[in-house]
């Protein structure tokens, strides 16, 4: 395994909690994170823990029609900042992505959290975390942190 990588295995949902905890380890402060995974392998399941470990208060839910939600939480220093949920699912070209103002949410100071970035790739930050996430055969999940596209 690369040491730009990452690699867990969770046999349940109430796991999440762990993979956040090395998401933040692994980041090392880097707050764009890209989501990689087939339909149902649990890419909004994992922004919803994130979201609960900061104690979001709003609900978290998939932005698969809004494209974008946004969750305020407040930082450490008592602070009210943002998580950027998008989800780039329906999105058909380049040209939408940019039509939907996504180079905001891409460098600003906020979490965001990219659910099918492929279609934005060229668009992406040089220091944005790549979490791929993969159903096994026994349902479990195998999860991927890494520096470089998947």
């Not at 944005?128 to 999940?141: C, G, L, Y």
Request: aromatic share 10%; with cysteine.
């Amino acid at each position: 395994m690369n040491e730009d990588q990452l690699k867990i295995t969770i046999k349940s949902e109430a796991e999440l909690e762990l993979v956040v905890d090395s998401l933040l380890r692994f980041a090392k402060g880097r707050k764009k994170i890209a989501l990689v995974g087939d339909l149902g392998a649990g890419k909004t399941a994992f922004v919803k823990a994130f979201c609960r470990s900061l104690k979001v208060a709003d609900n978290v839910s998939s932005p698969t029609f809004a494209l974008v939600n946004e969750y305020v939480f407040f930082s450490e220093n008592g602070d009210e900042s943002l998580i950027h949920h998008l989800d780039l699912y329906r999105l058909k070209s380049l040209d939408e992505a940019l039509g939907i103002g996504i180079e905001d949410y891409l460098y600003d100071e906020s979490y965001c959290f990219i659910e099918w970035p492929e279609i934005i790739m060229e668009l992406l930050p040089d220091d944005i975390v790549f979490m791929k996430i993969e159903t096994q055969a026994d349902e479990s999940r195998q999860i991927i942190f890494c520096d470089n596209d998947l």
